[in-house]
């Protein structure tokens, strides 16, 4: 079904000026609703993306503990569009479960995927755990650094080596392939409340500490790595009495993480990133303000030729892009920019036909005033650029701690899940369309 706007807001798109300052361009894009995500709304979830399937991992739907079920969505199933032939509804797999009893309910995690020898994998971890705080004997919510893979092929979770680094949620990661090789990259967050230390002996020693982060790991899939744990066992003594007897063991855990040392973004958390042609963009997240700077890692600097070089005469690892915001009192590129700014958004590509087909990055949602803004990168000339916002204006909410699944394989982009202030859970899936006028906006057949 087909709804047309009211006029006065198809002029207001009309008047509107590119932050390009070049030229007078209206809002592009527009959203369409696919679906409804089949087990209730929630919002920070944990996601990654497999083929052509996304992945929905735990997330907080207003009760505590959070949620543990996995869900996924199959994009390229399902009915086809009757206005548009060339994409389908896509199709949910509720039938997956919920993950291992050892991984505790989360929110505010990250999710990530890989591909090893011929094998595609998930893998979730960090984040606020619902767990039993021995020394105030109670539930409650601790940030952790524990990490779990999951395979597609037999429905199971495994453990891996934890972030040595400290407990975190609200990270951001990203999978590159370095070398040949695919990693996985975790950064940022903040660690506050009650840390659990999941590399070795609990500890709490960073309770309430609430420190933003901005350090670096790659996750090796590859080796193993030995962890120390404790073993708690009951014992009686002479009079019966049970007693716990507490002793240390060492466990072997999948592949290995290692620093990079030289992070160059700020401190945050809530950040997001996006890649492109196998780099990473990283930008947005809070500190305790909202955080405006842009940067760009490529860890393969011999493919990185931009005319940046560090002191070995190589193309920079990392570079610091344009500002996302409006400090530029004599240029005009960025006088609309102060919408840029945000935390708990999302990121993600989309395939434009009318740009040579290239993936271009976007940023939606958050908690920022104008978070429901839509805002697409242009890479070749470092400037962003305004495009529909999220659902067409249908509702002034904003959204933050949604989940996006990005397909490059066929170019397409869905946003889904979502908190509005501290009651409204969202079970939506939108898909964005690019490039197309923003006079109509589609709902379900």
Known sequence: ????????????????????????????????????????????????????????????????????????????????????QTRTMGQWNRDLGHHSEEMYPRQQAVGFSLTTNGNSYGYVGSGWIWKHIERDDREEYATANDFWRYDPAD??????????????????????????????????????????????????????????????????PEGSTQVMRQVITIEQDANGDDFDVVTEEIVELPGQWTAIGDAHFGKRAGGVAFVIDNKAYICNGVNPTNINDFWVFNPNRETYIDGFLDDDGKPRVWRQLRTMNSVNPDESFDDDYRPLGRTGGVAYTVRVPERNNILTGHIVGGSQTNGSTNWEYDEDDDLWMQ???????????????????????????????????????????????????????????
């Open 155 to 220: 429905n199971t979770w495994q453990e891996i080596a934890p972030l040595p680094a400290p407990p975190r949620r609200g990270a951001f990661a990203f999978s590159l392939t370095v070398d040949g090789k695919e990693y996985g990259f975790v950064g940022g967050g903040t660690t506050d409340r009650q840390g659990f230390d999941f590399n070795g002996i609990p500890s709490f020693t960073i309770a309430n500490r609430n420190e933003f982060l901005n350090d670096l790991w790659r996750y090796d």
């Open 387 to 445: 495009r529909t916002s999220f659902m067409n204006h249908q509702f002034a909410q904003h959204r933050e701690g949604m989940v996006s699944f990005s397909f490059p394989s066929t170019g397409r982009a869905f946003i889904a899940l979502g908190r509005s202030g501290p009651a409204q859970f969202w079970d939506e899936v939108w898909e964005f369309i690019p490039r197309v006028d923003d006079v109509v906006f589609r709902d379900l057949q």
């Open 1 to 84: 079904m087909k709804i047309f706007r009211n006029v006065s807001l198809i002029l207001v798109t009309i008047a509107y000026v590119s932050c390009s300052g070049t030229s007078e361009d209206p809002l592009i894009g527009d959203w369409d609703r696919r679906s409804v995500f089949p087990i209730g709304g929630r919002g920070y979830a944990a996601s990654f993306v497999i083929d052509n399937t996304g992945y929905v991992v735990g997330g907080f739907d207003g009760t505590n503990p959070p949620r543990t079920e996995v869900v996924a969505f199959v994009h390229n199933l399902g009915s086809v569009l009757t206005h548009d």
